[in-house]
């Protein structure tokens, strides 16, 4: 342990050889003591990963292949985890209504809701240049099938795209030692929120796109309608390029009321309602 804190090694680094090694010993030697199980857990120094500027957003934007582009966008619009982004399947991603619909992979047992973003600007055009698959086919099938051999394979490929574009992903840690990793792909999460605070977003609407489920806010959250998401993600978008979005026609208005009022029953009338309301 003393070894690899001298070589400036993080405390999660520490902790994984620690652990390994404890679980090697148990294996090999179940009769006997563990000492590994005397060695305390190291506390780290967290760093958290900076949201990207508008700047360096359309600089990385700039320089993606196809399925990046699509990647970052989902991540910086939609404000995807990289999970959830990497293997949506095109059975999620209607481009006649403009609606993609994924159950958060971490939200998923607490409340298993679906959310229905709207495909917006830049990743409309993104997606629609894009093959279209079967409906079980992965959106973006060489990141899917990199992300679920390992998600570092994707990532590495993320941190050369944003060094690539002249953007510092490293910082220095206070204590010294390695070098943490301060801008990566959750940054394009960081970048959303950054957005829907600028854009006065109500914050059960953000934290329902998020996914910042604490069980006291999960009542609040279930009462967050499918329009104030959409709204939300073209406040994102509006803020992202600095434009206005451009306000959508009588007839897809026209649709939406439609839709949603199809949806309505004696039991969730009110929810419609408020959903019809948030309408604009």
């Not at 070589?7 to 999660?12: K, L, Y």
């Not at 399947?89 to 959310?115: E, M, N």
Request: hydrophobic share 40%; proline share 4%; aromatic share 4%.
């Amino acid at each position: 342990v003393r070894h690899l804190e001298g070589e400036g090694r993080t405390a999660n680094t520490t902790n994984k050889y620690v652990g390994l090694l404890r679980q090697v010993w148990s294996a090999i030697l179940p009769e006997l003591p563990n000492p590994w199980n005397k060695i305390e857990r190291r506390k780290g120094e967290a760093v958290s990963r900076r949201p990207l500027t508008k700047e360096e957003l359309a600089t990385v934007l700039g320089s993606c292949d196809d399925e990046l582009r699509v990647l970052v966008l989902l991540g910086a619009l939609l404000a995807l985890r990289l999970g959830d982004a990497c293997t949506l399947r095109w059975s999620a991603v209607d481009l006649q209504r403009g609606i993609i619909q994924v159950i958060p992979r971490k939200t998923r047992s607490r409340t298993g809701r679906t959310l229905a973003l709207p495909i917006v600007g830049a990743l409309k055009n993104a997606l629609e240049k894009r093959e279209r698959g079967k409906p079980g086919d992965y959106v973006l099938p060489r990141v899917a099938t990199d992300y679920l051999r390992h998600p570092t394979y994707v990532t590495d490929r993320l941190q050369k795209l944003f060094t690539d574009a002249g953007i510092e992903t490293l910082a220095d840690r206070e204590r010294g030692g390695r070098r943490a990793v301060s801008v990566g792909f959750h940054s394009l999460r960081h970048f959303a929120a950054t957005m829907m605070m600028e854009g006065n977003v109500p914050q059960a609407v953000a934290q329902a796109m998020l996914g910042h489920a604490s069980p006291a806010l999960l009542a609040t959250y279930q009462h967050v309608g499918a329009g104030q998401i959409q709204s939300a993600v073209k406040q994102i978008a509006a803020q992202a390029d600095g434009t206005a979005t451009g306000s959508e026609s009588d007839a897809d208005k026209l649709a939406m009321f439609r839709k949603l009022a199809e949806t309505m029953t004696a039991k969730n009338w009110r929810a419609v309602k408020a959903e019809l309301l948030a309408i604009e």
